[in-house]
């Protein structure tokens, strides 16, 4: 894993396209996931399975195949995991803050949207795809909005191109 301090990354592959972009706080629960997976998850779905094959007849036997189902999902989750750890990359919890800053990967905007007068500031931190949860004011790089964020400056106005038609900004504070 190495730090990217450099100026933003506009594509989640960056060149590579197995690299995970990912915050440290990111990377421990993708690694928290990981290990309930193998440590509970298998356990649990195991144990569905014995339990569905001692029912008999597998050929009619819906919780066996249920169990099957949420076994080959689990192992694919934990192969999914485990490639994203394999290949992670920390965003650099360092970066320019104050008037004059550049947004990238792991800045945190709090912007104005100059296409509606009823919505106030917002406040959102630019992650890699991996950990966007736009609930929780985290965008993705890649996202309309993060993509036309990335590079700018405090006090520019970007106009951004989303599904929804076209929305413009105005970036109040980088932190």
């Known amino acids: 894993m190495t730090d990217i301090t450099t100026p933003p990354i506009t594509d989640d592959s960056a060149g590579d396209d197995k690299v995970t972009l990912i915050t440290k706080e990111g990377l421990e629960k993708?690694?928290?996931?990981?290990?309930?997976?193998?440590?509970?998850?298998?356990?649990?779905?195991?144990?569905?399975l014995r339990e569905a094959i001692s029912y008999g007849d597998l050929s009619e036997n819906a919780e066996y195949e249920e169990a099957k189902n949420e076994q080959a999902f689990t192992e694919g989750r934990i192969l999914a995991l485990?490639?994203?750890?394999?290949?992670?990359?920390?965003?650099?919890?360092?970066?320019?803050t104050g008037k004059g800053a550049t947004?990238?990967?792991?800045?945190?905007?709090?912007?104005?949207?100059?296409?509606?007068?009823?919505?106030?500031?917002?406040?959102?931190?630019?992650?890699?795809?991996?950990?966007?949860?736009?609930?929780h004011h985290k965008?993705?790089?890649?996202?309309?909005?993060?993509?036309?964020?990335?590079?700018?400056?405090?006090g520019s106005t970007v106009k951004v191109s989303t599904p929804g038609g076209a929305l413009q900004y105005k970036i109040l504070k980088v932190k």
Do not use: C, F, M, W
């Open 82 to 96: 485990e490639e994203k750890i394999k290949n992670a990359k920390i965003i650099a919890d360092k970066h320019e």
């Open 139 to 154: 965008i993705s790089n890649v996202s309309p909005v993060g993509k036309g964020l990335l590079g700018q400056h405090a």
């Open 30 to 48: 993708l690694k928290e996931e990981l290990r309930y997976l193998k440590e509970v998850k298998r356990k649990e779905v195991a144990e569905r």
């Open 103 to 135: 947004v990238v990967l792991g800045s945190t905007v709090v912007i104005q949207n100059l296409s509606s007068s009823s919505k106030p500031e917002e406040e959102y931190t630019i992650v890699g795809s991996t950990e966007a949860d736009p609930i």
